[in-house]
């Protein structure tokens, strides 16, 4: 049976304690416990905004010529069978967002997506999906993407291995800005992609524009007057998108960045 709307206006009630719910699992056998029954399998990569990225020994006059992360996500869309598009974020509309639309939702791909409430949401074409995302990187949201348990809990579909889950974040409002505050086993399963390096410059003026709401996970600050980057980083990209000196790079140091992602998230779920 799928999950009733009560449970989703439910759940949008209970989100705003996500904190306190994430910091719980720092005790031990609460975490464990939490990783086992929601987290289970789980593989998930931030994927960098395209705007922000700029590829090693890539002339800067010629973007076309750069690898975008984006590509990650185009290639499962075509991998699908099945496309599936919530009505809603239910993290933004938990938030009540302002900044950023709430109904864009995540797109689902797999055969378990056929069991979601269709009040929830609809199957879709390629082609639509394909510019569902397009238009989600225009109003400025960043691509998760990989395999998430908890999806399969809240909607209560399955198996996790016909689910393949690309979410559309915003800053404010993302589920995984209880990154920091949860157990380093639980964190350790939402990642940057590989070949990503996000780095301050000498161009830093200690504006502090980074360090106020930028980070998903709060992974810089300031010290001393200059911007300093944590290894928390997930590196989605948007302090190098949003710092007014441009003094943050976003750079591929492997040009392989994207085949190296894509294998990494095949084997998660099986999309035919």
């Given at each position: 049976m799928s999950t009733p709307v009560w449970f989703v206006k439910l759940l949008q009630r209970i989100y705003p304690s996500r904190f306190g719910l994430a910091k719980a699992t720092r005790f031990r056998p609460i975490g464990r416990l939490t990783d086992r029954l929601l987290f289970h399998g789980d593989d998930i990569?931030?994927?960098?905004?395209?705007?922000?990225?700029?590829?090693?020994?890539?002339?800067?006059?010629?973007?076309e010529s750069i690898v975008?992360?984006?590509?990650?996500?185009?290639?499962?869309?075509?991998?699908?069978?099945?496309?599936?598009?919530?009505n809603f974020c239910i993290c933004r509309a938990s938030e009540k967002c302002k900044d950023y639309p709430i109904e864009y939702g995540c797109l689902f791909l797999g055969?378990?997506?056929l069991g979601i409430n269709p009040k929830l949401?609809?199957?879709?074409?390629?082609?639509?999906a394909?510019?569902?995302?397009?238009?989600?990187?225009?109003?400025?949201?960043v691509?998760?993407?990989?395999?998430?348990?908890?999806?399969?809990?809240?909607?209560?579909?399955g198996p996790g291995s016909k689910l393949l889950t690309i979410c559309n974040c915003c800053p404010c409002c993302c589920l995984w800005r209880i990154l920091p505050h949860v157990t380093p086993e639980i964190g350790g399963k939402v990642t940057r992609m590989p070949g990503v390096r996000v780095a301050v410059s000498d161009r830093c003026v200690g504006c502090g524009a980074c360090a106020q709401g930028v980070c998903f996970v709060d992974a810089i600050r300031m010290v001393d007057g200059r911007a300093v980057i944590g290894e928390g980083c997930r590196g989605c990209g948007r302090c190098a998108e949003m710092?007014?000196?441009?003094?943050?790079?976003?750079?591929?140091?492997?040009?392989?960045?994207?085949?190296?992602?894509?294998r990494r998230i095949a084997p998660l779920v099986d999309l035919s």
């Open positions: 990569v931030y994927l960098p905004k395209d705007r922000a990225v700029i590829a090693v020994n890539a002339p800067l006059d010629s973007p975008l992360p984006s590509q990650v996500v185009d290639h499962f869309i075509r991998q699908a069978r099945v496309h599936w598009i919530m055969e378990a997506a949401g609809r199957r879709v074409s390629q082609d639509e394909l510019d569902y995302v397009r238009r989600c990187r225009e109003a400025g949201l691509h998760l993407i990989g395999r998430n348990k908890l999806d399969t809990i809240w909607l209560n579909v710092c007014p000196a441009q003094a943050i790079d976003l750079t591929i140091t492997d040009p392989t960045f994207v085949e190296q992602t894509i």
